[in-house]
């Protein structure tokens, strides 16, 4: 339906649509962020960038419900602002839209900063909502992703081997500059500017998380999300093998704990992995964490969270607490944590096979990239985590997800972020002076 008759109604719009140039006065201000949870939270840095320009400026966010919370916890944006569509059915999701609209027409919105890759429904309802200027991504010389030819007033190129924090950070950026390019933008955003709010653990939420896994003094726990979901499911490390990891992890430390993590429709996967690991220290938290303030206070207290490409990861950016993400169809150098993450990724040809050019949608039903990931491999990256061994590295750090020393931990190519035995062996006091990368 977006395809189609949204690249329709995108045409009809730009009819009756004319560009509308820059305006010093945009105050109010409208984040659009619909669908993807981890996407909340790489888009911070550049709400930061908006509100240190523009301190002055009202931010409003359209999301959907499912998503309103993981904007809340960054508490950058006041919780009213936040308008939420309901994304359960096409009718539901119709007559919320109506409502938002009217809402957002009342409210008079003057700058809609559009953060949808290339789905037209973000990019209608910022003309229906009466917007007076729109930025967002524009296809420039790609076939297909067509939003109209005179709807979006800042275009920004979508840039594929940039993280996607840069990216929406360019769609912020270019959005409050009055000169255009072609393409736009023509700059450089600097790495150092996505910069993420901490949460803080309080005592007494590091007090709630230990009696309720009942864990001793001196005791730990390994986090697991082990299920990204039925719609990306091509995402999914084997059940079977993260069983292994945690059995490993266990038998390692007899005060180690393991949480699986998940919402309700990932209880079954959640159950699998329970029974195949088998021990009385794994409990199974799959949809019994309340709020995402619960999932926050267990994620800060953990010594480690394991998990596939999915929001989890990201959450845990916003925490102190180490993060190793388990990659496949998605470039890790795209979609990355943030955090002090370590990210393994096998370099096959047919990898990533999905992304904002293609909706995210892939008809692989072998995700051999991930699944040919051996386990001891996973459980000696999350030891060497656990212990402080691996000088992470995210985006932060100028060159993205890049290991600069050599990993012979597996018989097949992997990258990840950090410092490798064989710099650290040779004494070397930081990842720039190792060699260049290696395949064994």
């Known amino acids: 339906m977006d395809r189609w008759v949204g690249s329709l109604l995108c045409f009809a719009l730009s009819l009756f649509r004319r560009v509308r140039p820059y305006s010093p006065s945009d105050r109010k ?23 240190e320009r523009k301190p002055d400026a009202e931010i409003y966010v359209l999301t959907t419900i499912g998503n309103r919370t993981s904007w809340e916890i960054s508490d950058l944006l006041a919780k009213e602002r936040i308008i939420c569509l309901d994304g359960r059915s096409l009718w539901s999701f119709v007559s919320s839209a109506a409502r938002a609209v009217r809402q957002l027409r009342t409210i008079g919105i003057d700058l809609v900063i ?13 003309v229906l909502a009466g917007a007076r200027r729109i930025a967002g991504f524009h296809r420039y010389e790609y076939e297909g992703l067509y939003r109209g030819f005179s709807l979006i007033d800042s275009p920004c190129a979508f840039n594929q081997n940039e993280h996607i924090a840069l990216n929406f950070f360019a769609v912020a950026k270019g959005a409050l500059r009055p000169e255009q390019s072609y393409p736009n933008l023509k700059d450089w955003i600097n790495p150092d500017d996505l910069k993420l709010p901490k949460y803080e653990l309080s005592p007494q939420g590091a007090r709630q998380v230990r009696e309720s896994l009942g864990l001793d003094e001196g005791e730990s726990v390994v986090v697991i999300c082990p299920d990204v979901g039925t719609n990306l499911s091509v995402r999914n490390y084997p059940v079977a093998s993260y069983a292994k990891v945690a059995q490993q992890l266990l038998d390692e430390s007899p005060g180690r704990h393991i949480a699986i993590i998940g919402v309700e429709l990932n ?43 999915n929001g989890p990861l990201h959450f845990a950016s916003l925490t102190d607490t180490p993060i190793l993400g388990i990659f496949s169809t998605d470039s890790p150098f795209m979609y990355g944590p943030l955090g002090e993450a370590v990210v393994l990724y096998t370099f096959f040809h047919c990898s990533p096979c999905i992304s904002a050019l293609n909706h995210k949608h892939s008809k692989c039903t072998d995700n051999a990239c991930i699944k040919t990931i051996p386990p001891h491999v996973v459980t000696e990256m999350s030891l060497r985590l656990i212990a402080g061994e691996v000088q992470t590295r995210t985006v932060n750090g100028v060159l993205p997800y890049l290991e600069r020393g050599a990993s012979i931990l597996a018989p097949q190519p992997l990258v990840y972020i950090g410092a490798s035995a064989r710099s650290r062996a040779q004494g070397s006091a930081s990842p720039e002076s190792a060699p260049a990368t290696t395949l064994p």
């Open 29 to 51: 201000v409208l984040m659009i962020e619909l669908f993807e949870m981890g996407a909340s939270v790489m888009v911070l840095p550049a709400v930061r960038h908006l509100l």
């Open 267 to 309: 209880k079954a996967i959640c159950g699998e992995l329970e029974s195949l690991i088998g021990s009385p220290r794994v409990h199974n938290l799959c949809g019994k964490t309340r709020s995402l303030g619960e999932l926050m206070d267990l994620l800060a207290a953990s010594e480690l969270l394991i998990g596939n490409d």
């Open 114 to 126: 559009d953060l949808e890759k290339f789905s037209r429904i973000s990019v209608i309802l910022s």
